[in-house]
């Protein structure tokens, strides 16, 4: 193989290319994942920060009014969803028609996950919120590449078993107070606090749909929540902020 001088002396003097820098809707998209405020809690906290690249192809951001249904029981389970900001309700459809609330959504919380092929509730955003979607084949494949993932969402599943084994102790043996103690104790450890570091919980959603979830008619819980604000318990900000003054009397009660 020969070449001439001339070419030699050209590359003597032309220097090594440089590599291309990341495209601006790469750096975006893996800025998304990194500011993401959710990753922490969610099965994204398994990987690492340089993990995030493969995340991001993976997976999508979804923005959504209040009252949209992200996932559908019965429908075919083709994504997960985590949820990064605001408040889903999930609940399953009676034959008659009414709504069995089994829980709320936060962000972290892992939605649509599935054992056959099909979703076993429905899940509907309550506020304006902001889910990330995930293809069941890309998880699959992201738990193949980082099995620090499973891990994650065998701790997730076992959170959300010792749940519902709470929830079946709270509908089947609690008195209201207590039910309604318990539910603002476990909403107050997933809510922001006050600026001055108080807890307060989060309340978006309508009566009807906490008293669907504790076993309550609207009017009894209006009653029991009065209660614990005359008992120094708790005070209602606003619609839809509550301040928990005394954390022991609702530890106490519940």
């Known amino acids: 193989m020969t070449f001439s001088v001339a070419a030699a002396?050209?590359?003597?003097?032309v220097p090594p290319p440089i590599p291309a820098p990341p495209t601006r809707a790469a750096e975006t998209v893996t800025g998304r994942c990194a500011g993401c405020s959710a990753r922490s809690k969610g099965l994204c906290g398994a990987l690492t920060a340089g993990d995030l690249p493969d995340l991001s192809t993976t997976s999508r951001p979804l923005?959504?009014?209040?009252?949209?249904?992200?996932?559908?029981?019965?429908?075919?389970?083709?994504?997960?969803?985590?949820?990064?900001?605001?408040?889903?309700?999930?609940y399953k459809t009676l034959p008659d028609?009414?709504?069995?609330?089994?829980?709320?959504?936060?962000?972290?919380?892992?939605?649509?996950?599935?054992?056959?092929?099909?979703?076993?509730?429905?899940?509907?955003?309550?506020?304006?919120?902001?889910?990330?979607?995930?293809?069941?084949?890309?998880?699959?494949?992201?738990?193949?590449?980082?099995?620090a993932v499973q891990g994650r969402l065998?701790?997730?599943t076992s959170v959300e078993l010792s749940a519902a084994q709470d929830q079946i102790l709270l509908l089947g043996c609690k008195t209201a107070v207590e039910r309604v103690s318990s539910f603002l104790?476990?909403?107050?450890?997933?809510?922001?606090?006050?600026?001055?570091?108080?807890?307060?919980?989060?309340l978006p959603m309508p009566k009807v749909d906490i008293g669907a979830y504790l076993g309550l008619r609207p009017?009894?819980?209006?009653?029991?929540?009065?209660?614990?604000?005359?008992?120094?318990?708790?005070?209602r900000l606003t619609n839809d902020r509550i301040r928990i003054e005394d954390p022991a009397v609702l530890e106490a009660a519940a």
């Open 9 to 13: 002396a050209t590359a003597a003097i």
């Open 63 to 90: 923005d959504l009014l209040s009252a949209t249904p992200v996932v559908m029981e019965g429908e075919e389970a083709e994504a997960v969803f985590t949820v990064m900001s605001g408040m889903l309700k999930l």
């Open 97 to 147: 028609g009414r709504q069995q609330i089994t829980g709320f959504a936060t962000a972290g919380d892992v939605i649509g996950l599935a054992v056959g092929s099909g979703y076993a509730y429905t899940a509907e955003t309550v506020t304006a919120s902001t889910v990330c979607r995930m293809s069941r084949t890309a998880l699959r494949r992201l738990m193949d590449r980082h099995p």
């Open 154 to 156: 065998l701790a997730m």
């Open 185 to 202: 104790l476990a909403l107050s450890r997933r809510s922001r606090p006050l600026a001055d570091g108080t807890p307060s919980v989060f």
């Open 219 to 235: 009017e009894t819980l209006s009653r029991v929540l009065r209660k614990l604000e005359v008992a120094g318990a708790i005070t």
